[in-house]
């Protein structure tokens, strides 16, 4: 007799991070992960994690909202039904609940896991399979303080981990944020690809001005100068910049990479399984953007281990012409799966093991896990 889905699990899990992490919409001292487990009637569970930035200051999914969502109106449709079919199951919620990508990503991520622990299988097979094993890998310095920065920088070219940064900017006056890139560049920029985030922080005009600046000094790829809303100037500023443009905010679904394509953007596009509801889901816009010779990025929402890793397994399976940036669990104090993720060399490894081929801990689920849920 075939698995049905018997019940699930979630938690609010809160880590410090390792150092205050400066972006244009917030600080960040601490990282909430929601965390769940679908566990089936054969005894197979499954793992995933729903991750966001600054409660409510990213995106329109906070960690409390997503564990509702979860608890209250995903879980019902799920427990009793078949827990190997996919896609009817993914079908089923898409009907019932509109949006909440985040929450869906967290259980699309938690069905390949078991499925892949089933079949004996990593979740990537399962995807159509890795191209390879192990992914490059940035790291984000934006600790708020250029010298520190640089330190930071200079402490990781030196231990070979990472060879690529993405600066953090748009907080600040165009002047300001633009000195303390010229700064970074001039310091790191003969080892190491620079490229900067500025989520949405600049009006068209500023980032006109900005982005000409960011391209004469030598930055690599400049992440959603402006409004995700602006489609328009984001286009313009593809063609007109004289770097290379990511889309990030501004593109989650498959329709979202038609319509930037349909306009003839010719930059790079920034995925994210918690835009896109899922490491299956994400992977039709990733095809939408592919066929329009957008280049491919892996993104984060500086997730944890099981984020990350359910990320990676779509990404091993897409051509980047821009690597990942999925160096979230190294942004956090500790980790709460029992072997932390290999990052050497300016790449993450793949785990190999069946479904995302990590295991929980559960006495470091449980510390810190949020008291009252
Ligand atoms: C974002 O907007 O890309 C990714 C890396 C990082 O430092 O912040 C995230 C969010
Ligand atoms: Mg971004």
């Given at each position: 007799?075939?698995?049905?889905i018997e019940h699930l699990e979630s938690w609010l899990v809160d880590l410090p991070t390792i150092r205050p992490h400066k972006l244009s919409m917030t600080t960040m001292g601490c990282q909430t992960l929601v965390i769940l487990r679908i566990v089936r009637s054969d005894g197979i569970s499954g793992l995933g994690e729903a991750t966001t930035i600054g409660g409510l200051s990213y995106g329109v999914e906070?960690?409390?909202?997503?564990?509702?969502?979860?608890?209250?109106?995903?879980?019902?449709?799920?427990?009793?039904?078949?827990?190997?079919?996919?896609?009817?199951?993914?079908?089923?919620?898409?009907?019932?609940?509109?949006?909440?990508?985040?929450?869906?990503?967290?259980?699309?991520?938690?069905?390949?896991?078991?499925?892949?622990?089933?079949?004996?299988?990593?979740?990537?097979?399962?995807?159509?399979?890795?191209?390879?094993?192990?992914?490059?890998?940035?790291?984000?310095?934006?600790?708020?303080?250029?010298?520190?920065?640089?330190?930071?920088?200079e402490q990781l070219l030196e231990s070979g981990r990472h060879n690529a940064f993405k600066l953090k900017i748009g907080a600040r006056e165009l002047a300001t944020d633009l000195a303390h890139t010229r700064a970074i560049v001039e310091a790191l920029g003969c080892r190491a690809s620079i490229r900067v985030d500025v989520n949405q922080a600049w009006d068209a005009s500023t980032a006109a001005r900005g982005c000409a600046e960011l391209a004469a000094m030598g930055v690599?790829?400049?992440?959603?100068?402006?409004a995700a809303h602006d489609r328009d100037a984001l286009v313009r500023l593809s063609h007109h910049c004289g770097t290379a443009i990511l889309a990030d905010e501004a593109v989650a679904s498959p329709q979202d990479g038609f319509d930037i394509a349909r306009r003839g953007f010719s930059g790079a596009c920034a995925l994210k399984i918690a835009k896109s509801g899922g490491p299956a889901s994400v992977l039709k816009l990733a095809n939408v953007a592919q066929a329009a010779g957008i280049g491919l990025y892996g993104g984060t929402m500086l997730e944890g281990t099981i984020g990350t890793v359910a990320s990676l397994h779509a990404w091993s399976t897409l051509p980047l012409a821009w690597g990942t940036e999925m160096f979230g669990p190294l942004l956090l104090k500790d980790d709460i799966v029992v072997r932390p993720l290999d990052f050497a060399n300016g790449q993450v490894a793949l785990p190999q093991g069946p479904g995302l081929g990590v295991e929980l801990d559960e006495d470091k689920l449980r510390r810190y896990s949020r008291a009252s849920q």
């Open positions: 007799m075939s698995a049905t906070s960690p409390e909202g997503i564990k509702s969502a979860l608890d209250n109106y995903l879980a019902p449709l799920l427990v009793g039904q078949p827990a190997d079919d996919i896609n009817p199951l993914l079908a089923r919620l898409e009907k019932a609940v509109k949006g909440n990508t985040f929450a869906k990503s967290a259980v699309e991520t938690a069905l390949l896991d078991a499925r892949g622990k089933a079949l004996g299988l990593p979740v990537s097979a399962l995807l159509g399979g890795a191209l390879s094993t192990s992914l490059p890998v940035l790291w984000t310095l934006a600790s708020g303080d250029t010298a520190r920065d640089i330190a930071e920088g690599d790829l400049i992440e959603q100068p402006v």
